[in-house]
Each structure stands twice: as C-alpha cells, then as structure tokens.
C-alpha cells in the first residue's frame, strides 16, 4: 500500500513538473512535436520508396497504354522486336515502291502505243487494245513494241484485217471483236515469234513466212524503233 502511495506520488510530481515547465517554456514542447512529425515523415518515405525500387527490379518494363474506356499496362517491346518491325516496314515499302513503279512504267509504254496507233490512222488506237498487246506481250517474254511492228507489217495496224485478225495468223478462227482477237492471238504470236527472235527482224520475217522478208523486216525494224 505504501509502495503503490508512493509511486503514484512520484508520477503526480513528475506530471506537475512537466505542466510547470510547458508552461514556462511552451517552444521546447512545439520544437519536440515538430521534431517527431518530421521523423515520422522521413520514416513513411524511406519505407515507401525502398518498396517501390524492389517493385521495380522485380517487374519488367510496362508502358501505359490509354483509350477512352480504360488504361492498362502492356509489356514494351524489346530492342530486337522494334529492329524487325522497322525492317518489316522498309520492306513493305520497298515493295510498293518497286509496283508504283511497274505502273508507271507499263502506263507509259500504253501511251506510247496509243500515240503511235493514232500517227498510223489504226482502229484500234485505244487503251484497251493497247494495254492487251504491253500486258499480253510482257506475260510471255515479249517486246510489244515486236508485236506491234508485226502487226504493222501483216494488217497496216488492223487497217486491213480480216475477221480482227490484225496478224495474219492462219488459225481458221473467226473472231467476233479486236478483244477477243487480240487476246487469243497476242500470247501465241509472242511466245512463237516475238519472244524467240526479238529484234532479229530477219529470222523473223522467215519464220514468219512473211513475202519479200527482206523488205518487210526492214519495216517492222522502223515501226519497233519508232514507238
């Protein structure tokens, strides 16, 4: 009993002491609260960035990837998936390069026939006939510029055709358009003809059976020059 008085004596002195000295001096007591928030505060951060760099080792590298309806984290690419993707890509546009310029080229060899067709006063001086003898003749390993000068020297440019036959083919076939002519004959005259013998106008014309071969080979040398 006597213990219990004497310890609740020594807090009530120690509580008196300290209400006395806050009162006389109420700074040391506000320089200690201050002191104990900012450790508190210094503990809080330490903690939570030391936590955030394990996160970060232990984690692979995200990018955040934002629409209207949500975000989410998708892995980033690597070094070598952006390398191939750019390759992909150069590829891509090599090939759309190297077909614009197909284009352009075989349009510029169209117009070039059309405009030759028109000097010699031809029927079928339009792009639909035009293009059957570039495409046809280059599908099989011709100059079409072969398949007109025998066009040239066997119908004076379909002048004087017989059944849209402008390339005195002796098939027996009776055509019923210039498309349909030329779509049937053109492959055929460039793979026997045009493609074997090239501008060797010479073996041509013989090959071809063609009257006065020494005269008609000139002229299809001049028409082949002149587109």
Request: net charge positive; with cysteine; aromatic share 12%.
């Amino acid at each position: 009993m006597r213990a219990g008085q004497q310890l609740a004596q020594t807090i009530g002195n120690k509580v008196r002491i300290t209400t006395k000295l806050f009162r006389t001096n109420p700074d040391v007591f506000v320089r200690l609260g201050a002191t104990f928030v900012v450790f508190l505060a210094l503990t809080v951060y330490t903690f939570t960035f030391h936590l955030g760099s394990t996160f970060a080792q232990t984690t692979p590298n995200y990018v955040i990837n934002q629409d209207d309806s949500f975000s989410s984290l998708i892995p980033a690419p690597n070094q070598a998936s952006v390398a191939g993707a750019n390759t992909k890509k150069q590829d891509e546009e090599k090939r759309r390069a190297e077909e614009e310029k197909r284009k352009r080229e075989r349009e510029e060899k169209i117009q070039r026939l059309i405009n030759f067709l028109r000097k010699q006063k031809s029927p079928v001086a339009n792009y639909e006939t035009a293009s059957l003898v570039v495409n046809l003749s280059e599908a099989n390993g011709a100059d079409y510029r072969v398949v007109a000068a025998i066009m040239g020297v066997e119908s004076g440019f379909c002048k004087q055709s017989f059944w849209h036959n402008c390339f005195g083919y002796l098939n027996g076939v009776r055509y019923s358009s210039y498309h349909n002519s030329f779509s049937d004959i053109v492959p055929k005259v460039s793979r026997q003809y045009a493609a074997r013998y090239g501008w060797n106008f010479e073996g041509l014309a013989k090959a071809y059976g063609q009257h006065e071969w020494e005269r008609t080979s000139r002229n299809m040398r001049y028409f082949a020059s002149s587109i």
